[in-house]
């Protein structure tokens, strides 16, 4: 098999074979649901119910006040019982709106006829994707509306759909290929449907065969091989990350400070193009997805399909509890994802996994010094200089970080992956990014 990747990267242990092999669960909330106000990237969203009031599925129950942003909707039908900040990650608070179910699941307005997309303009096809909320599934919670309204739209001529899943653990893409290929495709068809110039690629990654059948026949199935090609891309970390898929798939490089449209391309995840697909032929908005469970501290890992605003605690009950005492609960992947505080925090639209891993698993080294090695050097995929992006990050001398093209980093981790020292470099990395972030807001 011709297999295409890019420059640099790792292969950590993929870990994949706790969940692949399993069907996927239905699985409803238990009691409630939580809604957090920030799951896109952009504007942090208001709550447009109150205490009190009772909302139905598919209810927008938040809104954006800025141009980036993307709605809210109930997943479930009961009661407004709170709207409160709750604790989140690396000690934040976020707004959420708290929903008692009543398990009645009442619909609040139903469409179940199956609308032709071919019928719709290019802004009412954008319109739908944008009213239906949906956001970048594989992590990055970019709002799609956005993503795929560039002003060049008449130059872009590829779209990329990533279902590389290349985090270890991970699997709810890849099950998302076996179980809804033809809507996957379909979804991909409204997309090329808005760029009239462009070809449309699935990227998926060789470890994952089934996958490529499943995506592959509906391709023919569905009579797109015309315009719809598979690339088979080598099983590496970080193969799914944007520039690095562009780069496997199509040979051009993003510049720094360049977007994928820049240079003619969109990448969207194969999970958001199903979102598409669902919301365009049936007005479903985003308020559901896959979420992976799994880790040595789960008693029986699987993947659920389930509504968003479900509380983890639910999944990990589901999931057979606990068997061994986690040490670490990572919403994501062990090379990207983000620790959580406790249990009670809720399924958004970006939440790919639940990864409860024990000491065994997830030892806690102590930071020792930079004996300049390279190794960071050698794995990082976007040819940056891993270990001075530490040491100017830790003391915050932005201006250097800035000089190194710190702020193109992309936070995959395999810095700190392969750093014998266990130097924490993507902490300040992130640190030093919010930093220049929050500098620019300050200068407006
Ligand atoms: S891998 Fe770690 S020890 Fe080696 S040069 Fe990079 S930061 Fe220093
Ligand atoms: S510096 Fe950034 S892009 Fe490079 S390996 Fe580290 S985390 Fe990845």
Redesign the pocket.
Known sequence: MNTLTFKNGVHPPYNKELTENKPVTKLLPKEKAVFLMQQHTGAICQPIVKKGDRVLVGQVIADAVASMSAPIHSSISGEVVDIREIPYAEGAHIPAIIIKNDHQYEEYNPIHNLLDYKELSREHIIDIIHKAGIVGMGGAAFPTYIKLNPSNYKKIDSIILNGCECEPYITCDYKLMLNEPIKIVKGLNIILHLFPNAKGYIGIEDNKKEAISAIEKAINDIGASDKIEIKILETKYPQGSEKQLIYAILGREVPIGKLPADIGCIVQNVATSYAIYEAVAYRTPLISRIVTVTGDAIANPQDFWVKLGTPFQDLIDAAGGFIKKPVKIISGGPMMGITMPNTNIPITKATTAILCLTEDAAPIFEEENCIRCGR?VR????N?L?LY?DKFGRRNDIERFEKINGTS????????YVCPSYIR??NS?RKAKRNITANNNIKG
């Open positions: 960071c794995v990082c995929p976007m940056l891993p992006l980093c992309i936070e995959c981790g395999c810095c700190a470099i993507v990395i």
